[in-house]
């Protein structure tokens, strides 16, 4: 079956549908999710989008908070641009009918985060992405020039490579068609035509045992995007989230949102004693990678298997009230965080790296821009700033959506595209040969490929990760397509990228921390 579109929009998150509000006036807008609109790692943003409001905040040191975080790695153009165009999109959050806390002045409500040197974080409560998603999901739900395809998953991107030509890596002619995508409950391939596609699919989080994003996350658009030989880069740039909710079982793991530490929360050690100070100036608020890297080293030292956050001396009244979400989930597992304290471990949480893109969020695949946490645009560096994510996302789908508008009239439908050619024909024999390789790859993730690495655990993770990778390959050319093995499939050619870029990058910088390179400038630890 084949159907067509001007624009193509693979992914349901804050980049997709930004991207399709912004274009349907214009065109035909379809938008393929592999799950329900609301399964994304949008819905479970909690600390808020970062964005300068008032005085005595200023876009310089907005600028500056994320290249210091980006530790030497950002395009400082694009920080420029985007911390720039930040309130112009937040407006049209608003217009579309996000609601953002404010006191009652009628000013915005801000919040601080780690590695912000003002309060800048607009935010509804501690749920900001489920307040994003709600009303962009009502808008694209009312905009009749949009098609709504729930579990439809897209398997590959359609290159001149499905009509017999030969397309050679760091090629400049390669263009994209449209999509091959799964109907999941019809159990059949739907060829999507687009004059544009937009790459929306986020990150990468499940190639981990202990992440935060939920099940969706596994890195299928950076995937689809390699294996058309599009280009990828800063992989090894993984973020883990200081503190997620310790609780062995849940998956994925609970955030306790950095905006608790922002409002005065502090981390302890089990035994009360505060650590933080000893690794950095900026104590709890330090960036990430640091704090996060100081509670691994800690836990290590110490053999514990968490840390605590601890929020009693807090107004009660307070906390409560800013971090409904947190202060219910943590009553379920009989934790007052009025009075008692909160468990917590770092977790795998965001990539920076992903698919290259240039200011107009275009890859160099023609005819295909990717955005969000999908896409590498130069904003983030070695290391993300705290809620610059959502930002990025808003303001590179705008900016490609203006890109968009101005040219998809200037491509037309390639309609001598075959029908996707199957695999095989087989159910896979057993599933556990899918589930059990993907316990596999986040067991090699978790304790190879985490927040400390070492040569001989990133050669390690790599010949492990070949054998399954191998073994896929062959269940996948003989198998009748599942969404499970196509998963598998895509965290294993994301995997692989994060392990060669890690391997590649001789130093220490931002989220990548090898013992074997020297410490010089960087937080200095013994193991
Ligand atoms: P997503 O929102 O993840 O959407 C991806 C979409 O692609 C989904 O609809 C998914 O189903 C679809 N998809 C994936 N693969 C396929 C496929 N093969 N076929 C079809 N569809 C597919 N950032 C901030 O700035 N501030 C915060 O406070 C914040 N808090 C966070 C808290 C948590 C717990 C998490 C997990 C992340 C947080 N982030 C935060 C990061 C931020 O939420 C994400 O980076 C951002 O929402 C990504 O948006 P996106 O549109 O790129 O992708
Ligand atoms: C958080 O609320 O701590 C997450 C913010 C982010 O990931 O940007």
New binding site residues.
């Given amino acids: 079956m084949q159907k067509q579109y001007d624009f193509l929009v ?7 549908l930004s991207f399709a509000l912004k274009v349907a006036d214009k065109g035909s807008v379809a938008i ?4 329900e ?1 609301q ?12 964005a300068v409001t008032y005085k005595p905040d200023n876009y310089e040191k907005h600028v500056e908070d994320t290249l210091i975080a980006g530790d030497g790695l950002c395009n400082e153009e694009v920080v420029r641009m985007v911390v720039n165009e930040a309130p112009e999109r937040i407006q049209e959050l608003i217009k579309w009918g996000t609601n953002f806390d404010r006191e009652k002045s009628g000013k915005f409500d801000l919040a601080r985060e780690g590695g912000h040197s003002e309060h800048r974080i607009l ?1 509804h409560k501690d749920d ?2 489920r307040e994003i998603q709600r009303a962009l999901i009502d808008r694209v739900r009312q905009h009749p020039n949009i098609d709504i395809f729930q579990h ?4 590959d991107i359609i290159t001149q490579h499905h009509l017999g030509v030969l397309v050679k890596w760091r090629s400049t002619n390669i263009e994209c068609y449209g999509v091959y ?1 799964l109907d999941i409950k019809n159990k059949e391939i739907v060829t999507f035509l687009s004059r544009v596609t937009l790459m ?4 990468t ?1 499940n190639l981990y045992s202990t992440t ?3 099940g ?3 890195g ?2 950076i995937a ?1 995007v390699y294996r058309a030989k599009g280009t990828v880069e800063n992989m090894e740039f993984v973020q883990f ?1 200081p503190t997620s909710l310790y609780n062995p079982n849940e998956r ?1 793991s609970f ?1 306790i ?1 950095e905006a608790m530490r922002g409002h005065g929360g502090i981390l302890k050690t089990i035994d009360g004693k505060e650590f933080m100070h000893k690794y950095d100036k900026r104590a709890s608020l330090a960036p990430r990678d640091i704090v996060a890297r100081a509670i691994d080293h800690e836990m290590k030292l110490r053999g514990d298997d968490y840390v605590y956050l601890d929020c009693r001396h807090l107004d009660a009244g307070e906390l409560t009230n800013h971090f409904p979400n947190i202060y219910e989930k943590c009553k379920t597992l009989g934790i007052d965080i009025t009075r008692n304290y909160i468990p917590v471990v770092p977790a795998a ?2 990539l920076c790296g992903g698919v290259k893109v240039d200011k107009d969020g275009r890859t160099v695949v023609n005819r295909l821009y990717a ?4 896409a590498s645009t130069g904003l983030h560096g070695a290391n993300r700033l ?6 990025e ?1 808003i303001v590179f789908s705008h900016n490609a959506s203006v890109h968009a508008l101005e040219h998809f009239r200037d491509y037309s439908f390639r309609i001598d595209i075959p029908e996707w050619s199957t695999h095989g024909v087989r159910h896979p024999e057993e599933m556990v040969l899918i589930t059990q390789s993907y316990k596999e790859v986040q067991q090699i993730f978790s304790v190879y490929v985490g927040i400390v690495r070492s040569n001989v655990r990133l050669k390690r993770s790599l010949d492990r990760l070949e054998t399954i990778y191998h073994e896929t390959e062959r269940l996948y050319q003989k198998s009748i397509l599942t969404v499970q093995l ?1 998963e598998l499939r ?1 965290l294993i050619n994301v995997g692989y990228l994060i392990i060669k870029g890690a391997m590649r990058r001789e130093e220490n910088r931002g989220l990548h921390y090898n013992i074997d390179y020297p410490l010089e400038g960087k937080m200095k630890m013994e193991f």
């Fill in positions: 693979i992914g349901s998150g804050l980049a997709g393929l999710t592999k799950a609109l399964d994304t790692n949008t819905s479970y943003a909690q600390g808020g989008i970062a935010h900001t992405g439809f998953f897209a398997l995508a929306a699919t986020g990150g989080g935060t994003n939920p969706i996350a596994t299928d658009g689809m989230h994925p955030l949102t949480h965001y955005a969000g946490e999908t705290a809620s610059n994510s959502l930002l996302a196509c895509n």
